[in-house]
């Protein structure tokens, strides 16, 4: 009996390309998952889990990205300074309004592997409030999400 070799990637095999992602009307958790997808390169057909395949992605128009049912208000974000009572809560709402990256950063960073891959993934993550980006030179392709848009 002949058993199959794991296949693993070297690291030329890794060709990074760049997608955009226009999250304007988008459910967060729809575009958090799909953006994860792409920047752990489960998308390649030579994805390894121990080896970060992915893609850099530029997600654009975080300041329009919506939730469902009450979790506009409901939703909190936790901070803890270090210090005894350090801590500190934001609802989704608040942190939209003053750091709309931060709500898509936090959705796409719980979705990745806590380790240091997965901060290495995530570091391929760039986000911006409105729908302007400085990463036209890398040239994005559009990434087409086949999520339905939330109503507001």
Do not use: C
């Amino acid at each position: 009996m002949r058993l199959q070799k794991t296949f693993t990637p070297r690291p030329a095999d890794v060709d990074r390309s760049w997608w955009l992602v226009d999250a304007a009307g988008l459910p967060l958790g729809r575009v958090a998952s799909e953006v994860a997808r792409i920047l752990r390169g489960k998308h390649k057909p030579k994805f390894a889990p121990h080896m970060d395949m992915g893609d850099f992605v530029v997600v654009v128009n975080a300041e329009q990205v919506a939730v469902t049912g009450a979790k506009e208000d409901d939703k909190s974000y936790f901070r803890h300074s270090g210090y005894p009572g350090g801590i500190s809560k934001r609802s989704f709402r608040e942190l939209l309004a003053t750091h709309p990256e931060r709500v898509v950063e936090k959705a796409v960073r719980g979705m990745l592997p806590r380790n240091r891959l997965g901060r290495a993934m995530g570091r391929k993550l760039r986000v911006y409030a409105g729908p302007d980006h400085p990463h036209g030179g890398q040239d994005p392709q559009p990434l087409s999400l086949e999520i339905g848009r939330v109503d507001s």
